[in-house]
């Protein structure tokens, strides 16, 4: 049966928005950097989807070039929104990783092996046991160059899927970054706090290739 937290929804049918924006309280729990929805200056960020964010998050701070991390929602409609609202389906979002580089130590096409091989890019609105709009998969770019890199790494995994015998069409949403709204404290660096907590990122076991 088509459950109904993978329909996706509009503008009008969206939870209002919450006045009251969600601000973590504590900084990031594994390198203790303050949580900035900007990246600073000379640094770059993109966000990503990958199905629950908790695990997702943890394979980005541990790579080298890779400055900060937090989680929250994003490409979605209602402004603010709780993990409650989020986890209804109402609200359009997806959830999402925030990381901050450094373009001189990591390269988008880098983050992008991370990306495609640590999920099944291939589910639509789930990711494995998860089901629901937010657990889709994403990157949502901030600059041109990004979204260039982003779409060159698409295709190639997809050929990689083909070649692996997996002809299964990649469901990934690419698109402009809108409004990045931070997900609750106790959701940030989960995984760090909680090393037995739940992960459930399980990719497609194919390598995305070398260059």
Known sequence: MFNKKQQSITSETALPDRLKEIIPSQPHAVNNIPLVKEAPEGLEQILVAMGCFWGAERLFWNLDGVKNTSVGYSAG???NPSYDDVCSGKTGHAEVVQVIYDPNRIRVEELMATFWQS?????????GNDIGTQYRSGVYWFTESQKEAVEASKVAYQQALADAGKHLDITTEIRPAGSYYFAETYHQQYLHKNPNGYCGLGGTGVCFPPE
């Open 77 to 79: 409609y209602t402004v």
């Open 119 to 127: 999920h099944d890019p291939t589910q639509g609105m789930r990711q």
